[in-house]
Nanobody, 124 residues
Framework: QERLVQSGGGLVHSGGSLRLSCAAS????????IGWFRQAPGKVREGVVC????????FFVDSVEGRFTISRDNVKNTVYLQMNSLKPEDTAVYYC?????????????????WGEGTLVTVSS
């Protein structure tokens, strides 16, 4: 069974950092583009960042540009979202997912596999 298993998250003060992990089970993550999404209370889910399967392409939503980074460890079959300088408005449930890519560029169009979500709470 193909799954994405998330870990990390929690409560942090404004300005702090967290790292989220997204580990693949049942398939090889390096063959896929990966996206991170978040859904804040009362808001629609939005794409935060994606990385292509080649790692040559990444896209960040403007609100996290310069604060969040995405990386992958193919040995551990895991993608990471490093979140620095966190703000209260970053509070949300964060999800990873396999996403479509075209011409080497990732997108926020989800293929078929979602992680279970992890809550990030940033206090002011």
């Amino acid at each position: 069974q193909e799954r994405l298993v998330q870990s990390g998250g929690g409560l942090v003060h404004s300005g702090g950092s967290l790292r989220l992990s997204c580990a693949a089970s049942g398939f090889t993550l390096e063959h896929f583009a990966i996206g991170w999404f978040r859904q804040a209370p009362g808001k629609v889910r939005e794409g935060v960042v994606c990385i292509s399967s080649s790692d040559r392409s990444t896209f960040f939503v403007d609100s996290v540009e310069g604060r969040f980074t995405i990386s992958r460890d193919n040995v551990k079959n895991t993608v990471y979202l490093q979140m620095n300088s966190l703000k209260p408005e970053d509070t949300a449930v964060y999800y990873c997912a396999t996403v479509h890519e075209a011409v080497g560029e990732c997108s926020y169009f989800v293929r078929d596999t979602w992680g279970e979500g992890t809550l990030v709470t940033v206090s002011s």
